[in-house]
């Protein structure tokens, strides 16, 4: 009929606009906004969540013993307690040391493990020497090589002496190789 309004056409006589188009628009402006406002938040938000887990360790100096109480010429084995923090996990680790005080008052320190394949050694009073029972390299106070399939002389550890006590850095190698490869 001539006197009916076409439902496609909004608005009076005259005004032909599409049914939805304006609304459409403001949608897609709409959510054009919220996902701009979302990627606003969600990158800082996302930096402040992960970053912690992408830290690499930071190495920490560790106090583990009065510099006195370390006897001169005979290595000394020293037991503390270490941190670790790895992103969001922190860790404590019982960890040992060799310390060796020399009559100039240097101290050498030497990771505990064999270079051979990592089993603990000991320290032979009566023969001057660490020895590791797994497959018998022995080394000398330097911590050289002295017999046995030890591929390098024990691993040397950061040491300082500060206040008169001894802090030291733990690392851990690659045992079995002759490079020094840290783990
Ligand atoms: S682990 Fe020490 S000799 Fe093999």
Redesign the pocket.
């Known amino acids: 009929m001539s006197g009916e309004r076409d439902p496609s056409v909004e608005g009076g006589a005259g005004f032909h606009t599409p049914v939805g188009s304006r609304r459409t628009f403001f949608r897609w402006v709409t959510t054009g906004l919220a996902g701009l406002i979302g990627l606003g938040l969600a990158v800082p938000l996302t930096g402040y969540v992960i970053s912690p887990a992408l830290k690499r360790r930071e190495p920490q100096w560790v106090d583990v013993g009065a510099l006195d109480e370390l006897p001169e010429g005979e290595p000394k084995q020293l037991d503390h307690v270490t941190t670790s923090r790895d992103g969001y996990l922190e860790s404590r680790f019982q960890k040992a040391v060799w310390a060796v005080k020399r009559p100039d008052g240097q101290v050498s320190v030497f990771a505990p493990m064999?270079?051979?394949?990592?089993?603990g050694?000991h320290w032979a009073g009566g023969e001057k020497q660490f020895k590791?029972?797994?497959?018998?390299?022995v080394f000398d106070l330097e911590g050289q090589v002295v017999a046995?399939?030890?591929p390098r002389p024990l691993d040397p550890l950061p040491a300082k002496v500060e206040n008169g006590r001894l802090l030291v850095i733990f690392k851990e190698f690659k045992?079995g190789i002759a490079q020094r490869v840290e783990l």
């Open positions: 064999c270079t051979h394949l990592g089993c050694y590791c029972p797994c497959h018998g390299s046995g399939p030890a045992s």
